[in-house]
């Protein structure tokens, strides 16, 4: 598929719901949310991940058996790979060709995972109603990424509990733990790194 | 954990993101790569004790043109390979337009060399172990090069690293070329770019194992 440059952006069309000005609108929606997400603003990052979430959900839906327990998880992997690479999104070019460019990733990698373990794969079928353009209502992971996160190292799991889940500061969170702040910084980003590594080794 | 507590846990003090942190980390790359290609070239080689004449050559400017050359354009499609959704349609042939242009030197070379002296002009007198050495001072470009992607997100791999060889391979010789006594583009056409492809098959058979994200 091509975007307007004539760059090749996927190789299946993202779900949409066809006409060229809802996905304008949908683009610069997105996209609006991803700047100010950047920026720092973090409930534009909230709501642009709630609407990838969606997003994601019917994308692999689309892409996989409905009643695939696989969707959740992959609506998971990635978004936590959307969060760990947000580096990488440049304003300059289309969000939403970035984000579906990783969830097809992500959906290969999935693919190519289970072919090598000898698993039956997950037929990939065309079913029309998948062309929903959003689809809010998940169903449970089959991975507990709570036990994945609760099996990671102290200096990885400390930070990402209490920066990332008891929602504390930096600085109390390193006078709680004993880490210096910036111990704690690197412990929630490599810890987050580290997870989307441990989901990627379990089957 | 429910999809709507991942995204809590991600929001919550996600923070301002680093800006350029793609070109930024090339950037760290290509410095680091090249000092540590100096720093083999040094020691195991050292500067070519005749480059007080060679830098009077254009020939040897061809040589080093080209090899700089070709590191920018890998250096170009490998930072848009290394982000999602980003295509490398028009700027892939970047990395075409070096190696034509050498070999259309090459070419007027041996169409202006006396018959029996074209074998000289592509074999010189390295060729045995030139590609290798090529190869060998690369190495420090293509960790440099595997560290700055493994801090990015290259959906194809295999492709990114392939690259990204060719741009440490392309460092490699321009280092080794203020070691190397050839000047010749016939014999550059062949042998440094067979030096070149070294490093890039390497990464076409670790990118899949090195870069998974």
């Known amino acids: 598929m091509n975007d307007p440059d004539g760059n090749r952006v996927t190789e299946r069309p993202a779900p949409t719901n066809n006409s060229k000005a809802a996905l304008d609108a949908r683009e610069s929606h997105l996209h609006a949310l991803m700047v100010r997400a950047q920026a720092g603003d973090e409930a534009s990052y909230r709501t642009l991940l709630v609407d990838a979430a969606g997003r994601l959900r019917a994308f692999f839906r689309a892409r996989l058996s409905r009643a695939s327990g696989d969707v959740e998880d992959l609506v998971q992997e990635t978004l936590l790979a959307v969060h760990n690479q947000r580096h990488t999104y440049d304003a300059a070019r289309p969000l939403t060709a970035w984000l579906y460019a990783i969830a097809q990733y992500k959906l290969v990698d999935l693919l190519r995972r289970r072919a090598r373990h000898e698993r039956n794969t997950e037929p990939l079928e065309d079913d029309a109603d998948a062309l929903a353009e959003s689809d809010a209502d998940a169903l449970d992971a089959r991975r507990d990424l709570t036990a994945l996160l609760a099996a990671l190292p102290d200096k990885q799991r400390l930070p990402i509990e209490h920066v990332k889940i008891a929602g504390r500061s930096v600085a109390e969170t390193a006078r709680l733990t004993g880490l210096s702040e910036s111990a704690v910084k690197i412990g929630v980003h490599r810890g987050l790194k580290a997870l989307a590594a441990r989901v990627r080794a379990a089957p | ?213």
């Open chain 2, 1 to 213: 954990m429910k999809t709507a507590a991942l995204i809590d846990l991600l929001a919550q003090g996600a923070g301002p993101v680093e800006r350029n942190a793609v070109a930024k980390r090339f950037a760290t790359a290509v410095v680091a790569g090249t000092v540590g290609a100096l720093a083999l070239m040094l020691p195991i080689y050292g500067p070519n004790p005749q480059l007080p004449r060679l830098v009077g050559e254009p020939e040897f400017w061809i040589k080093i043109a080209f090899a700089a050359a070709l590191a920018a354009a890998a250096l170009v499609n490998v930072a848009r390979l290394a982000q999602p959704g980003v295509a490398i349609a028009r700027s892939r042939w970047l990395v075409a337009a070096p190696i034509a242009a050498l070999w259309l030197f090459a070419a007027f070379a041996l169409a202006a060399a006396a018959p029996d002296g074209r074998a000289a002009l592509l074999i010189g007198h390295t060729w045995r172990t030139c590609p290798f050495n090529i190869a060998l001072l690369s190495l420090p470009p293509l960790a440099a090069g595997f560290w700055a992607l493994r801090g990015l997100a290259p959906t194809n791999p295999r492709l990114a690293a392939a690259v990204g060889g060719v741009c440490a391979g392309a460092l490699g010789a321009f280092v080794y070329g203020f070691h190397c006594p050839e000047i010749a583009p016939p014999f550059i056409g062949v042998w440094y770019v067979i030096g070149i492809a070294i490093p890039g098959a390497l990464g076409v058979w670790l990118g899949p194992r090195l870069l998974r994200w």
